[in-house]
């Protein structure tokens, strides 16, 4: 099955500090990587994709992240944080187990709850 | 234009009843997938639909049913209510199988 691992439960950055959340994956053939954050009581927003090609992939509200395939991860980052961007950040794989003729199912991780402070 | 859209957004029921959550996917949108996530943890896949045939089906008991109708709007069904039932539930609509999925705000669900 295909699975990804966010190692850390927080991470703390000053604003206008540069900041990563990280995550590592396991799959098995080619991986479609996905970073997703979700704001209190609220669904999760879309920020950006891995699907194939360069291996730094840009996204929404100044977020990028590094696909990296020798260390199987898939950090987010940002040059430089903002206190609006505290909130919970998910990292997610599409999993195709368990799928019929094709399907579109996100395994996610465990999410990694970012602060900002000033 | 619209985004997911679900209802209601806040429900309280007891044990052993049961519950229907409705989704509205982006326009011109036709795979939906259900989650559900508790407090604390990331979401868990429970269904997929594309055009209004089921895809897959996450590690969820049969008390767990869905559909989704010719406009692409989709039901999720709970029946016999347990404690452990209560969770954010979300929906989520693609173009396809390799674009990526918009969530809705979630159905917040408590099982007294």
């Known amino acids: 099955a295909q699975s990804v691992a966010q190692p850390e439960d927080q991470v703390n950055v000053a604003e206008g500090n540069p900041l990563t959340v990280k995550c590592t994956y396991s799959?098995?053939?080619?991986?479609?990587l996905f970073w997703y954050v979700q704001y209190p009581n609220r669904g999760l927003q879309f920020l950006l994709k891995?699907?194939?090609?360069?291996?730094l992939v840009k996204g929404s509200y100044g977020f990028e992240a590094e696909f990296n395939k020798s260390q199987t991860s898939f950090h987010l980052k940002k040059p430089s944080a903002l206190v609006s961007d505290s909130a919970l950040y998910f990292c997610?794989?599409?999993?195709?187990?368990?799928?019929?003729?094709?399907?579109?199912?996100?395994?996610f991780g465990t999410g990694t709850q970012l602060k900002v402070e000033l | 234009d619209a985004g997911v859209t679900q209802s209601p957004t806040h429900l309280i029921k007891t044990r052993g009843q049961h519950v229907t959550l409705r989704c509205s996917p982006i326009?011109?949108?036709?795979?939906v997938s259900w989650y559900q996530q508790v407090l604390g943890q990331g979401p868990q896949f429970i269904f997929q639909?594309?055009?209004?045939?089921?895809?897959g089906r996450g590690n969820f008991p049969d008390r767990f049913s869905a559909r989704q109708f010719p406009n692409y709007s989709s039901e999720l069904n709970v029946n016999a209510l347990l404690l452990g039932d209560s969770a954010l539930y979300l929906c989520?609509?693609?173009?396809?199988?390799?674009?990526?999925?918009?969530f809705g705000d979630g159905t917040r669900l408590s099982i007294l």
């Open positions: 989520a609509s693609s173009l396809g199988d390799y674009q990526p999925q918009h």
């Open positions: 891995y699907i194939t090609g360069d291996n």
């Open positions: 997610a794989v599409r999993d195709m187990e368990g799928l019929t003729g094709g399907g579109n199912k996100l395994t």
């Open positions: 639909y594309y055009e209004k045939e089921e895809r």
């Open positions: 799959v098995s053939g080619n991986p479609y």
């Open positions: 326009s011109g949108h036709k795979s």
